[in-house]
């Protein structure tokens, strides 16, 4: 993991009212926060791991992490210190965490797909296969079927159950080419049962998505996804 570097801001306590110094010695103005200044490029590397570091732990959901205990580790273990923890016992300590953090994220999103699925299938014009697959056509194509092991082109824009989008050639402007074979079960499904020229929405549980695991920082484990795909061209 990155080090991670941050100035730190001293604290003057009020002094007792019995050590009050005599009124003929001068007060000193109130401390102000100064802020950092780069001096060197070791200063900018610094604190640039720092805003890094706090990205990434954004990223993750500790946004509220206690940043005392986070720079008592990084100034121990930077001069050598001895630290609350091994670095073995650290790994475990972190591992669990996140293991205990990604089962509650999956049980959540089964229960949100699940629910989702057993309402949208219930829909005028959704159709369900064995696997679970649900789709729309929005537009019926005239062309030929790909197989599994063609290679394709197509365009797509894809989002959560709740309509957050992940990801979207369609915004993007540019459509994509991949191979049948090479893309989640469900699209390899659907892919198959389209012809040319045809815009289906599809609406995959989490078991032909991505399933147990997350897939990048949007989609979680047991997402279920939701896709409009426009099938261009094979291109064989």
């Known amino acids: 993991m990155a080090t991670l570097s941050v100035a730190q801001t001293s604290k003057t306590s009020p002094k007792p009212a019995s050590t009050a110094k005599p009124a003929t010695q001068a007060e000193k103005p109130a401390a102000s926060t100064v802020a950092p200044v780069l001096k060197t490029q070791l200063d900018s590397v610094a604190y640039s791991i720092g805003i890094s570091v706090a990205g990434s732990l954004k990223g ?10 986070l720079m008592k580790a990084i100034n121990e273990t930077l001069k050598g ?11 475990q300590c972190i591992g669990e965490y996140f293991q205990e953090q990604s089962s509650r994220v999956g049980r959540e999103n089964k229960e949100k797909g699940e629910k989702f699925l057993a309402q949208n299938k219930t829909r005028t014009g959704v159709q369900t296969t064995q696997s679970g697959l649900q789709y729309e056509v929005i537009k019926m194509g005239e062309g030929p079927k790909p197989s599994e092991t063609d290679r394709i082109k197509a365009h797509y824009h894809g989002t ?5 989008v992940f990801d979207s050639s369609v915004e993007r402007g540019e459509p ?25 929405k599809l609406y995959l549980p989490s078991q032909i998505a991505y399933g147990e695991r997350a897939a990048g920082p949007a989609i979680g484990p047991n997402s279920a996804l939701v896709f409009e795909v426009e099938l261009l061209e094979i291109l064989k």
Do not use: R, Y
């Open 60 to 69: 993750q959901g500790l946004a509220e992490i206690n940043t005392e205990l």
């Open 160 to 164: 959560l159950v709740d309509g957050t």
């Open 81 to 91: 210190g001895t630290t609350l923890l091994t670095a073995e016992q650290a790994n």
């Open 176 to 200: 994509v080419e991949f191979p049948v074979n090479g893309v989640i079960p469900g699209w390899q499904e659907a892919l198959q049962l389209m012809p040319v020229g045809s815009k289906w």
